[in-house]
């Protein structure tokens, strides 16, 4: 799109059906607008990608100093999952050494997705972190259009366009499918977590490899998609026990789902290690509480949070920076359940 094909605030106007005022009136925040009028102004920068001048100019105007941490997930597994916390402490520690505000926003349907869209379009946040990143979500691709520095913990596949910083999950899934066959095991089999997230494939292609480097089956059947919750990991270990009884080794791609796979071998009367040697993923305060204390791989979650806020506030300063993609390395942490 050549630069006389850019949309001005006057094609914006046009497609909003309202005068240039309001349309810079909605840029910069003012009250002075109708909601009506407001809404129709959103919906026409969204339509038309219309990125106001002073991001164009770098932001270097208008800093509101606050950047949004967004997690688009429920409340209940923002609650029960550690990882988000350990990401929030990270980035709170990394921020704590400016002048940053940081504004939390969960993001569960339409409505709020339309929020945040407009706290965007009118720069009331410098910068955003994404958390949870699922392949299909909009969001990466809005931020990216609308030119507002956006830093993900994870990333949407490997070509990932935006700055992000995620954990070694294939290494670290193949270390623990490692460790289960030095334990001798012969039938390893693996609960997923969501494949439109590519921290579930990676983890599940490092089992794949790992597997298939030993000479050992890795067929489908061995595995059972979850969705990174207790529930979700104790019904993928009910449908491998059904499916592949003879089963005596588990990698479960987070330790949330391993605690229900593990109650649900309980339920059935397996014993942990005996009959199943289990391994989980992140080494969060969970794994030493459950029953066997869980194996398990270590990933740095706190030093992702504060990573990723340290770029964000790079890019902020200076948005024509080259994006950056980090990965973390991982580690095997023994504990009983294997």
């Known amino acids: 799109m050549g630069d006389r094909q850019r949309p001005t605030i006057i094609t914006v106007a046009a497609r909003a059906g309202v005068g240039r005022t309001t349309v810079s009136r909605v840029i910069n925040g003012s009250e002075l607008v109708s909601e009506k009028a407001r809404a129709a102004v959103l919906a026409a920068i969204a339509e038309l990608n219309y990125v106001p001048n002073s991001v164009a100019r770098g932001l270097k105007t208008s800093r509101t100093n606050s950047v949004a941490l967004v997690i688009p997930e429920s409340e209940s597994r923002l609650g029960s999952e550690p990882y988000f916390s350990a990401v929030i402490r990270g980035v709170s520690t990394a921020l704590a050494e400016t002048r940053t505000q940081l504004q939390l926003v969960l993001v569960r349907d339409q409505a709020e997705r339309d929020q945040l869209t407009e706290s965007v379009a009118e720069r009331r946040v410098d910068g955003v972190l994404l958390v949870s990143v699922h392949e299909h979500d909009p969001l990466p691709g809005l931020l990216e259009d609308m030119g507002l520095p956006t830093v993900l913990a994870g990333r ?55 597997l298939e480097k030993a000479g050992h089956e890795a067929t489908d059947r ?117």
Do not use: K
């Open 156 to 210: 949407r596949s490997s070509d990932e366009s935006l700055s992000h910083v995620h954990s070694d999950n294939s290494g670290g899934a193949s270390a623990a499918v490692n460790h289960l066959l030095a334990q001798g095991r012969r039938t390893v089999a693996t609960i997923s977590g969501p494949l439109d997230m590519d921290v579930a494939r990676s983890r599940l292609q490092g089992w794949r490899e790992a």
């Open 222 to 338: 061995l595995v059972a998609s979850a969705d990174f919750t207790e529930e979700g990991g104790a019904a993928a270990m009910r449908s491998l026990l059904e499916r592949v009884p003879e089963l005596d080794a588990l990698f479960v791609a987070s330790d949330v789902m391993a605690a229900g796979a593990l109650a649900e071998l309980r339920r059935q009367r397996r014993g942990v290690p005996d009959d199943v040697a289990v391994v989980g993923f992140d080494d969060s305060i969970i794994a030493r509480h459950t029953n066997p204390p869980l194996t398990t791989v270590r990933q740095p979650v706190e030093e992702i949070g504060a990573m990723i806020a340290h770029i964000l506030l790079e890019e902020i300063g200076d948005p024509e920076r080259p994006r950056r993609r980090v990965t973390l390395p991982t580690e095997l942490v023994v504990r009983d359940s294997s």
